[in-house]
């Protein structure tokens, strides 16, 4: 039986009303299986391939009582998604009078309640928001979830290798300790690895089956590159020009690595522009963007009826928030992955079916990675994820929200979490009581009669916000131009008035500081500076760097590359080259290793070098992928002697707290950690002793 037939009579009105031709590749081969089989599945397809429809119509087809509780949980990497996705399925849902319901800090409040007293329908909901219903509303949660049939999880792969995603994972464990029945789970995403396949078939903890259904199908590529030298004092000339230029003839989005590049290029562009008398518009989206100003961004270039228009963006815009059409991205230097780049290049061609890529790199390394992401990308090849090993600070923090959730759990009880969770099975028992300790001897846990209840340092913990996150949140000002919020700066900047600052793609002069209110205030300006936003560091993988060595050895790359672009590979090859195994490179003080492997790896030799001395003798420009020092020629051959295994590390560890604290500074919930956990996370999460040793061995003469 055709797909469409299966479908009840509402919602082939509704595809019929839109004017469909007919339904996408990957909406048939959904509505099928889920007629066909009582498995879960993963949407494996492009972005614009009809995902989100290929994940609620099977699930809203099969819903046969409405009014018996809420039948469908939609979980987003994303606020921002949420919303989008409510306007995508809320005509739908009115064509059978289905309630949708979004459920985050900026949602309605009399619709969270409206639900609350009667629960049916569809909810959108957040990572965090589940976390904070677990936490503080229990019973609300055990109201709500439990008539749910169906659990929908956008962007799935976001949730894969971080500890947001374990964290979302063991609440899918929680949750479904609520539920009448087994429900059923769809996943969706763009870009992933087939060799992760297994991970992401793991990730719901379900006992039913789970398949992939993969659109294997690709949009032609059409791809220009450049090299300009930057300037040290300010972008390279010559490559905001190439950027304007395509800027007159096509939409599209710009994806520097950074805020602070977002806001200059912003800037720029558009005091271009205006000198030009361009009418192309020019707007910056980041995540210290205020909301509106983003929504601003978001509706013009939804509805933009022909009018040109360029966003600078960072990952804000990489997610699948439909901006509707725009005919090419510009990639401003490296990405930091190639299924970063894959997200990326999914927002244009929508029209076309062809996407469109401008990559220009300012710096040597980051055209080199760029080139071998680009390259992997056209053969088809994306990153694997690096999954966390032993999250023992991830359980330390859901052991307490549980407390919270159960108003206290068996001392005993709590000692078996990792047989009673899926999510926790590979946490030792001797682990898990010293961490049980740990929390207990910290007033994390109190004891009361062999119950376990939450002590009074997690009541400090529970009086901020932010509780219910696993990613950093700034310590910002927010930033005013008389009444209108136009973004936040972290407090990390120096601020003075007078000072002259871009945000939200406009400059602006600061004319007053609260720093009681954390409030800044500001007039328009004509220039200035961009803000240091602070940023994590990002691990590049193996298979970039092999390629960026197979590219500088293997003149067969070079086929499509400008002259530029050449010369600088032949001064990077000449450099590199020099040596037959270990690659050994000239610099101010002596001699750096360039070693060409991913992040894990160079970190873990520049760690087993600096083991050698009380200080930190070696450093690590990772970018480049070389180790500097003044003695590695020697030292490295001593490193191969020695032989470290992981207890030598963990000794070395120990004696050396300040290493450990940079190694882990961007776990927020280190602080609920024994050393010895610590620095067990560490050896098998930020380091990769084995590889090292196995490069080492492999060069060694």
Same mark, same amino acid.
């Given at each position: ?48 391939? =009809? ?17 018996? =509780? ?195 290029? @912003? ?19 980041? @995540? ?52 970063? *780049? ?24 980051? *055209? ?25 600070? !991830? ?13 206290? !759990? ?44 939450? =002590? ?8 901020? @916000? ?24 972290? @407090? ?12 939200? =793609? ?45 590219? *500088? ?149």
């Amino acid at each position: 039986m055709e797909s469409y037939n299966l479908l009840r009579r509402e919602i082939r009105q509704y595809v019929y009303d839109k004017g469909w031709p007919s339904l996408k590749k990957i909406q048939a081969a959904s509505i099928k299986h889920t007629y066909n089989t009582e498995n879960n599945f993963i949407l494996a397809a492009p972005t614009a391939s =009809g995902k989100t429809e290929a994940a609620f119509l099977p699930a809203i087809n099969s819903i046969d009582d409405w009014n018996t =509780g809420l039948k469908i949980i939609y979980i987003s990497p994303l606020i921002a998604l949420i919303n989008d996705q409510f306007e995508r399925i809320n005509e739908l849902c009115d064509y059978m009078d289905i309630t949708i319901t979004s459920w985050h800090g900026e949602a309605s409040k009399t619709k969270k309640k409206k639900l609350l007293d009667r629960p049916n329908g569809i909810l959108l909901i957040t990572p965090e928001s589940i976390e904070a219903m677990l936490s503080l509303r229990p019973e609300e949660a055990k109201f709500l979830f439990k008539g749910t049939e169906w659990v929908i999880i956008d962007e799935i792969h976001s949730f894969q290798d971080n500890n947001r995603g374990i964290q979302l994972k063991s609440l899918i464990e929680r949750i479904k300790k609520y539920m009448e029945k087994e429900a059923r789970f769809i996943g969706m995403s763009a870009t992933i690895n087939r060799q992760d396949y297994k991970n992401i078939k793991n990730f719901f903890g379900s006992e039913r089956k789970t398949d992939v259904l993969l659109d294997s199908s690709k949009n032609s590529l059409k791809v220009t590159k450049n090299f300009y030298r930057e300037n040290i004092k300010k972008e390279s000339n010559n490559a905001l020009e190439e950027i304007y230029d395509y800027s007159q003839k096509e939409s599209m989005l710009i994806f520097p690595n950074s805020r602070s590049e977002v806001e200059r290029l @912003s800037v720029s562009l558009s005091s271009l522009a205006k000198k030009r008398k361009s009418h192309t518009k020019y707007f910056a989206h980041h @995540s210290s963007v205020s909301k509106d100003m983003r929504l601003s961004a978001e509706n013009f270039a939804k509805n933009n009826r022909g009018e040109l228009f360029t966003i600078c963006c960072t990952s804000t815009l990489e997610l699948g928030i439909d901006i509707g059409a725009v005919d090419s991205i510009v990639q401003y230097n490296a990405p930091y992955s190639i299924a970063s *780049l894959g997200q990326r290049l999914g927002r244009s061609g929508r029209a076309t079916q062809r996407n469109v890529l401008h990559f220009i790199a300012t710096d040597e390394w980051s *055209l080199l990675q760029g080139l071998a992401a680009i390259s992997l990308y056209e053969e088809g090849i994306i990153d694997k994820f690096q999954m966390i090993i032993k999250p023992y600070d !991830v359980l330390a923090h859901q052991i307490i929200s549980i407390l919270l959730e159960k108003s206290g !759990v068996p001392l005993e009880e709590l000692k078996n979490i990792n047989k009673e969770f899926e999510t926790w099975k590979e946490i030792e028992d001797k682990e898990l009581l010293e961490l049980i300790e740990y929390l207990i001897e910290n007033k994390y846990i109190e004891i009361i009669e062999e119950e376990a209840i939450t =002590g009074m340092a997690s009541e400090e913990l529970l009086r901020k @916000s932010e509780f219910f996150t696993h990613f950093n949140i700034d310590d910002n000002f927010f930033v005013y131009n008389r009444h209108t919020k136009i973004g936040e700066i972290s @407090s990390v900047n120096h601020f003075e008035i007078g000072t002259n600052i871009l945000l939200s =793609g406009k400059v602006w002069k600061i004319k007053d500081i609260e720093y009681r209110a954390k409030k800044i205030y500001v007039d328009k300006a004509i220039d200035g500076k961009a803000p240091l936003f602070p940023g994590g560091s990002v691990n590049t993988t193996y298979d970039i760097r092999k390629r960026m060595k197979e590219i *500088l050895k293997e003149k067969s790359y070079w086929e499509s590359y400008s002259k530029n672009i050449k010369l600088v590979l032949i001064e990077l090859a000449d450099e590199s080259f020099r040596y037959d195994k270990f690659h050994w490179v000239e610099c101010s003080d002596g001699l750096g290793l360039r070693t060409f492997q991913d992040t894990k790896t160079n970190r873990t030799l520049e760690l087993l070098l600096n083991m050698m001395y009380d200080k930190e003798a070696y450093t690590l420009k990772d970018r480049e992928s070389t180790i500097y020092g003044k003695n590695i020629k020697n030292d490295i051959y001593e490193v191969i002697e020695k032989n470290h295994n992981e207890k030598d590390v963990f000794e070395y560890l120990n004696k050396h707290p300040q290493v450990v604290e940079k190694y882990i500074s961007s776990n927020k919930y280190r602080v609920l950690l024994p050393n010895n956990l610590k620095i067990k996370y560490i050896i098998n999460n930020v380091l990769d002793l084995q590889n090292a040793k196995n490069y080492l061995k492999e060069n060694y003469k």
